[in-house]
């Protein structure tokens, strides 16, 4: 489902990923981890196309992304859903205006978004906020808002940049639990994270970048 | 479809939230295009104006003193079938003579002094309307006056020469003011849709991010571009008709013939003003936006 071979990316001149090659296969739910800065948010952006590669292929859900045009680009991360690092909700809209834009972008019937919203307001128990505005609303709430925004749609692989950032455990837990589902319904899950804690004993497929390039791979 | 409706209600939306920059901007395509429109009025009024004068316009051929009947029937011929000329009036010296004493009035007795008819007989010409361009008049003229028989040609040249440079002159000012104005609307709409895309960056950025079209992101900025010339042309229309009334109604004690001499803007006209607002403004709006890059 994502494909990485021979991918290297510079930041002006200085090298951030070198020559990365890995598999995600159909259905997996796998980690990226490493140190702050090692390159976790670059090498998901080089997935849903927010970079480009300087060397290397990059394969999403069929597309060869490196070499998207421009107009292609939204087909693409369509198919694609993003918990962003910095979260990019929108504080003009409510929570529910926040969920049900990932829809409308996919031009759907206004009657099922709300019905398609409600439901996945449900499955992060954040019914009863549906009208506030973000920027009242807790982190943790705020996350759930993010993780709900990216699923609603859908997509065929599922990016989760920090999904769980600076929360307490108990919440943390919660959110991968979110996660775990998702990924039981079908979607291709990869998150980013720099906290072992999330991995540890899933049994899952871990891969640690540090220093430019993947070190090593591992079972959480 | 269902992207369609969603434009329409981020625009109606940003149009009301930001109710005071879009009036402003309103109010400014309005007044040009209602300056626009009245200047394209007055010159289309002075242009009918003109030509119903050049219409009176004709061409004097005197004839030689002592030409005969037959000969003056021949030019005639001659004349009737020249398809330049409209329409050929014989004036013989006895009626030349009736109508300078007509034109004369009380002054008429010196006349009687006269023992002899000393006006030539003529023909009036009336050429057809295109023709009326001092240049083809002149040459024209010199064709004539080189004929048998013919004595004399005579026609206000300097009178046609200022007509036409007048015509003229307003034309192409229409032109340049029309040029200016339209390029100031797009501009306006161009100066306050850019504002609106600057501010809501971030939220465009998102939308890119989480699979927005183009056509998706543009949409909304698209229709409340078109909004603001359709509101303009609307104002500046009826502003246009108020005017228009206005001068025809209280003209009329001046110049009772005003109504008749006056050329109305037609309904084409009128939609015609909405119209072109409303592509001005969707063309400022659509630069405003600019190429999306993801
Ligand atoms: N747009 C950019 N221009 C220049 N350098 C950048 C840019 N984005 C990231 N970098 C650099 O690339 C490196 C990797 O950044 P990245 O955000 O991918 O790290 P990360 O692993 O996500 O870190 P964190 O755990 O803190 O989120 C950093 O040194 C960063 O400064
Ligand atoms: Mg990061």
Request: hydrophobic residues 45%; aromatic residues 8%.
């Amino acid at each position: 489902m994502i494909q990485f071979s021979g991918v290297s990316k510079y930041y002006d001149g200085d090298v951030v990923l070198k020559d990365i090659s890995f598999t995600i296969e159909k259905g997996e739910l796998a980690y990226i981890t490493g140190p702050s800065g090692a390159g976790k948010t670059t090498l998901l952006k080089l997935i849903y196309c927010a970079e480009r590669p300087d060397t290397g292929q990059i394969v999403v859900a069929g597309w060869d992304v490196g070499k998207l045009k421009q107009g292609t680009i939204p087909f693409l991360r369509r198919n694609v859903g993003i918990v962003f690092q910095d979260f990019r909700l929108l504080f003009n809209k409510t929570v529910f205006d926040n969920i049900a834009l990932a829809l409308r972008i996919h031009d759907m019937q206004p009657r099922e978004i709300k019905e398609t919203v409600n439901n996945v307001l449900k499955d992060i128990r954040l019914k009863h906020k549906e009208h506030v505005f973000p920027q009242h609303l807790s982190g943790g709430e705020q996350q759930r808002i993010v993780i709900a925004r990216a699923m609603v749609s859908r997509p065929t692989v599922l990016l989760a940049d920090e999904p769980t950032g600076n929360l307490d455990m108990d919440t943390s837990r919660n959110i991968m639990g979110l996660f775990r589902e998702i990924n039981a319904r079908g979607t291709t899950v990869l998150i980013a994270t720099h906290n072992n804690a999330l991995f540890h004993g899933t049994g899952r497929r871990v891969l640690y970048l540090n220093n430019t390039h993947i070190e090593k791979e591992a079972v959480g | 479809m269902s992207t369609l409706i969603y434009a329409l209600q981020t625009a109606m939306k940003s149009i009301w939230n930001e109710k005071w920059i879009n009036l402003l901007t309103v109010l400014s395509v309005s007044i040009g295009l209602l300056i626009l429109s009245s200047f394209v009025t007055v010159t289309l009024n002075v242009d009918s104006a003109l030509k119903r004068w050049a219409k009176g316009f004709g061409m004097v051929v005197y004839l030689d003193e002592d030409l005969t009947g037959k000969a003056e029937n021949e030019l005639k011929k001659l004349f009737l079938q020249d398809p330049d000329i409209l329409e050929v009036r014989y004036i013989s010296k006895e009626q030349a003579v009736r109508e300078l004493r007509l034109s004369l009035g009380e002054n008429a007795s010196i006349l009687d002094e006269l023992d002899e008819n000393p006006l030539p007989s003529s023909f009036e010409l009336k050429l057809k309307r295109e023709l009326l361009k001092p240049a083809v008049v002149k040459k024209k003229a010199e064709q004539i006056s080189r004929l048998k028989g013919v004595e004399e040609v005579q026609y206000g040249e300097k009178w046609l020469s200022s007509l036409n440079t007048l015509s003229t002159i307003l034309k192409t000012s229409a032109i340049f003011l029309g040029c200016a104005i339209l390029v100031a609307i797009v501009f306006i709409t161009y100066n306050t849709i850019k504002i609106f895309f600057y501010r809501r960056k971030d939220e465009i950025e998102t939308l890119k991010l989480l699979g927005a079209t183009r056509t998706f992101i543009r949409l909304p900025f698209l229709i409340e571009g078109l909004f603001i010339g359709i509101a303009g042309g609307l104002i500046s229309a009826v502003a246009l008709f108020g005017i228009h009334s206005m001068i025809s109604f209280k003209g009329v004690e001046i110049l009772p013939s005003i109504r008749t001499l006056m050329v109305a803007p037609p309904l084409q006209a009128y939609i015609l003003i909405v119209l072109v607002g409303a592509v001005m403004s969707l063309t400022g709006s659509f630069i405003a936006v600019g190429r999306i890059r993801y």
